[in-house]
């Protein structure tokens, strides 16, 4: 059984561009939320995929988008990058839609820089 | 709003017990979850608590009182490896995402 994997392990972009990251869920896990960690604080939620379909937003700006393929696997978009964008970047993966008591495994996270 | 509120930091000596508290404002959630996270790595899982009362896992322990807003994770046995952060995480109900608390850093000496 794997777990969950991301992509890429770092990155630098510049401020106003534009970036995806990935990830993979754990094997036989149809749900897969996204994370933001800044640096000293607890991860923030930024949305919920679960059979394709987002289930679920936090308190992020529409320039924070996803994705998710028939295979579970996940795509994180940023548009317009800011400085407060650096952080590191969390996906979750687990079953049931979030629902009820599920329990989510992280993946290693995406460390994003914006200069 | 929701409110999970962790000691900053935490030192404790090789082989002893530490206990790391999470006092919580939320008004119904599914369970308490604790996770450990090493430096640049990934939150990993330890303990749930979807009931009042202790759950024990090897050398770690997590309590819950929901009447009193509070739980704990309690650490047995103290290794140098245990030297992380540690945060408490609660489903609100009809919720799909976990709120994760403010951390607690532990640092475990000789």
């Known amino acids: 059984e794997t777990g969950v994997t991301q992509s890429p392990t770092h990155l630098i972009k510049t401020r106003g561009q534009q970036v995806t990251l990935r990830c993979s869920s754990q094997?036989?896990?149809?749900?897969v939320s996204w994370y933001q960690q800044a640096l000293g604080q607890g991860p923030q939620f930024i949305f919920q995929?679960?059979?394709?379909?987002?289930?679920g937003r936090g308190n992020f700006p529409p320039r924070f988008s996803g994705l998710q393929f028939p295979n579970y696997s996940s795509e994180l978009n940023v548009n317009a990058l800011e400085l407060d964008d650096s952080a590191l970047y969390l996906c979750?993966?687990?079953?049931?839609?979030?629902?009820?008591?599920?329990?989510?495994?992280f993946g290693p996270g995406t460390r994003l820089t914006v200069l | 709003g929701q409110s999970l509120e962790q000691p900053s930091e935490v030192t404790a000596v090789e082989g002893a017990i530490v206990q790391i508290n999470c006092t919580y404002q939320?008004?119904?959630?599914?369970?308490l979850s604790w996770y450990q996270q090493h430096d640049g790595g990934a939150p990993t899982f330890l303990s749930y608590?979807?009931?009042?009362g202790l759950e024990e896992t090897g050398r770690f322990s997590s309590f819950l009182s929901r009447s009193d807003s509070y739980g704990y994770l309690l650490l047995q046995e103290l290794q140098m490896k245990d030297s992380a952060s540690y945060f408490c995480?609660?489903?609100?109900?009809?919720?799909?995402?976990?709120?994760f608390g403010t951390g607690t850093r532990l640092t475990v000496i000789p």
């Open positions: 979750a993966s687990s079953t049931a839609g979030g629902r009820g008591t599920d329990t989510q495994y």
């Open positions: 094997s036989g896990h149809n749900t």
């Open positions: 995929y679960y059979r394709e379909e987002e289930n």
């Open positions: 939320t008004s119904g959630f599914y369970g």
């Open positions: 608590n979807a009931l009042d």
């Open positions: 995480a609660v489903k609100a109900a009809g919720a799909n995402n976990l709120f």
